[in-house]
């Protein structure tokens, strides 16, 4: 059953710092705004992850290009480079600028660092929401990317939990009754993309909170790694 969709920013987190009970900090922020309920979708920024869980690293503030040992450091493999631009694939298999390496919205003397598993980042928020509030909801923990062939920048999923990464219509049919055969839609993506519409880069705003849709979307077990094209089918790497 498909429900109208609400994209809610969730004010009033504070600042995060390692060691933080994010989830709890999240919980009081919904409660204070739109609250939460079963089905709710839980769309959290990358950047406050990686601070609550202390993937945080000192660097020079006076060097915009510090930070470049550590992408190396944090890359399985460099696919290209242009200049300073160093696109590379993580350990997690996104491949991505800087692997995913970010000085934004931290203190100038510091690099935060992709979470370990973002997954399981996800999962440890939904929980601690399903053990301390008894609701059903699903985690998207999401990160800004550039995308091959196309200007500009979204934000993509690189977690999630209680909810399939991939809507799978093979052998369903479209509208005028022709059998799809490749069509899969990546709705952690989109889910994450659109709750960028509200959160924004400089609004100091991290959460959001998406509310109906799709039943269809909901379910455990799948993890972002489902959405990483292997090599094998890539027709690029």
């Given amino acids: 059953m498909e429900r109208p969709i609400e994209i809610?920013?969730?004010?009033g987190l504070p600042e995060i710092r390692p060691g933080d009970d994010l989830a709890g900090m999240i919980i009081d922020a919904c409660e204070s705004s739109a609250g939460l309920i079963d089905?709710?979708?839980l769309v959290v920024s990358q950047k406050v992850v990686s601070k609550a869980e202390g993937q945080l690293v000192s660097v020079d503030p006076n060097d915009p290009q510090a930070h470049k040992p550590l992408v190396i450091?944090?890359?399985k493999r460099v696919v290209r480079r242009r200049g300073d631009l160093i696109i590379s694939e993580t350990k997690h298999g996104f491949v991505c600028?800087?692997?995913g390496i970010d000085r934004s919205n931290v203190e100038p003397d510091i690099a935060a660092l992709l979470p370990e598993d973002s997954d399981r980042s996800a999962r440890r928020i939904r929980?601690?929401?399903s053990g301390r509030r008894d609701r059903d909801v699903a985690v998207i923990v999401a990160d800004t990317f550039g995308r091959p062939w196309r200007?500009?920048?979204t934000d993509v999923a690189i977690g999630c939990a209680g909810i399939r990464p991939i809507l799978d219509l093979r052998g369903t049919e479209d509208a005028?009754?022709?059998e799809l055969q490749v069509t899969e839609v990546c709705i952690v993506d989109q889910l994450a993309g659109a709750a960028e519409l509200v959160r924004g880069k400089s609004t100091g705003i991290a959460v959001a909170l998406i509310r109906g849709g799709d039943e269809t979307w909901f379910g455990d077990g799948s993890v972002v790694e489902d959405v990483v094209r292997p090599?094998?089918?890539d027709l690029f790497r």
């Avoid at 809610?8 to 004010?11: D, T």
């Fill in 8 to 11: 809610i920013p969730i004010p």
């Fill in 39 to 41: 089905r709710d979708i």
């Fill in 73 to 75: 450091a944090e890359s």
């Fill in 97 to 99: 600028a800087s692997a």
């Fill in 127 to 129: 929980d601690a929401i």
């Fill in 151 to 153: 200007r500009g920048l």
């Fill in 176 to 178: 005028v009754g022709r």
């Fill in 231 to 233: 090599p094998s089918e």
